[in-house]
């Protein structure tokens, strides 16, 4: 009796073993569908992988880059995760400006919606200083990348990304991948 009772113990752990496994591929599955390559569990993307993405999406991000363009705000922070960015009774995104007690409501339909594509796409932080309009798609600890507009056509510098390493055009005018590293800009590293 005992022997039996064992198999069947046996055959139940293995089941549950599986179970797990199964559960935790899943998860992990949903974690990258959800919240992209971000942080230590994802690889940082390649300048090919978002050279790619851009160009499958580049009208979403024109659209952004040329609404934060015109805005009268020169510091602007839309993240995927925080209360910056929601939606209105009217399904428009709005969102606080930075230094700013007021929502800015974006009523363009079409800018709302480019907005939740990129962000819903794994890209995790929208922001405009100065000259430029960044979309950051990974970041972890003091390395992040991902995608560059220059509003005036200048070449994006440690005014539009702070420890910016390295620079790389992409196909568009005045559109750049960027990788900023604390570590290699400590060190005096800069884009050619």
């Known amino acids: 009796m005992s022997k039996i009772n064992n198999k069947y113990l046996r ?3 293995k089941i549950i073993i599986l179970i797990a496994i199964i559960f935790f591929v899943l998860y992990a599955s ?3 569908l959800r919240f992209g390559m ?3 569990l994802f690889p940082a993307p390649t300048l ?8 499958s999406n580049r009208e979403d991000f024109l659209i952004v880059a040329q609404y934060l363009s015109n805005t009268n705000y020169t510091s602007i922070g839309i993240t995927d995760s925080s209360p910056s960015i929601m939606e209105n009774a009217s399904g428009h995104v709005q969102f ?4 700013e007690t007021e929502r800015i ?9 480019a907005i939740r594509l990129i962000l819903n796409s794994g890209y995790r932080i929208i922001s405009r200083y100065s000259y430029g309009v960044v979309f950051t798609r990974w970041f972890m600890m003091d390395n992040s990348r991902g995608i560059v507009y220059s509003i005036d056509g200048r070449i994006p510098d ?3 990304i702070l420890f910016l390493t390295e620079l790389h055009p992409l196909s568009e005018e005045n559109w750049f991948f960027f990788i900023e590293n604390f ?3 400590r060190q005096g590293i800069r884009p050619d």
Do not use: K, M, P, W
């Open 38 to 40: 971000t942080g230590t």
């Open 96 to 99: 606080s400006a930075r230094g």
């Open 11 to 13: 055959a139940i752990l």
């Open 183 to 185: 570590s290699e800009y």
């Open 48 to 55: 090919r992988q978002t050279e790619r993405f851009f160009e």
């Open 105 to 113: 409501i974006v009523s363009d339909e079409n800018v709302s919606e």
């Open 158 to 160: 440690s005014d539009t």
């Open 30 to 32: 949903f974690l990258y």
